[in-house]
Nanobody, 124 residues
């Protein structure tokens, strides 16, 4: 079993930055493809970014390309999401997720383990 714990969410003004962290336990992070998702009220949970096991492959949703960066430190069993130039439409609960697959970019159904989520609120 894998446990995931997100941190780093909060309230920020438009144009600001936040860095989310996801600490994994229960399994070596290097054996897992990782992703960040977000869900706004009344909307589906959508993928934001994904990273392959070794970190060589990354994927970004069009809405965050050029603003968000996903990275991982397998030695620390931690995945990060650096979010810059934040917009009010980025407001959502952000979830860290882990997949037993090498690299999963097709959506939530490919992910096997989930964190509890962290709220990100961007004010205008």
């Amino acid at each position: 079993q894998v446990q995931l714990e997100e941190s780093g969410g909060g309230l920020v003004q438009a144009g600001g930055s936040l860095r989310l962290s996801c600490a994994a336990s229960g399994r070596t992070l290097s054996s897992l493809g990782m992703g960040w998702f977000r869900q706004a009220p009344g909307k589906e949970r959508d993928i934001v970014a994904a990273i392959s096991r070794g970190g060589g492959g990354t994927y970004y949703a069009d809405s965050v390309k050029g603003r968000f960066t996903i990275s991982r430190d397998n030695a620390k069993n931690t995945v990060y999401l650096q979010m810059n130039s934040l917009k009010p439409e980025d407001t959502a609960v952000y979830y860290c997720a882990a997949s037993r697959s090498y690299f999963s970019v097709d959506g939530a159904r490919e992910y096997d383990y989930w964190g509890q989520g962290t709220q990100v609120t961007v004010s205008s």
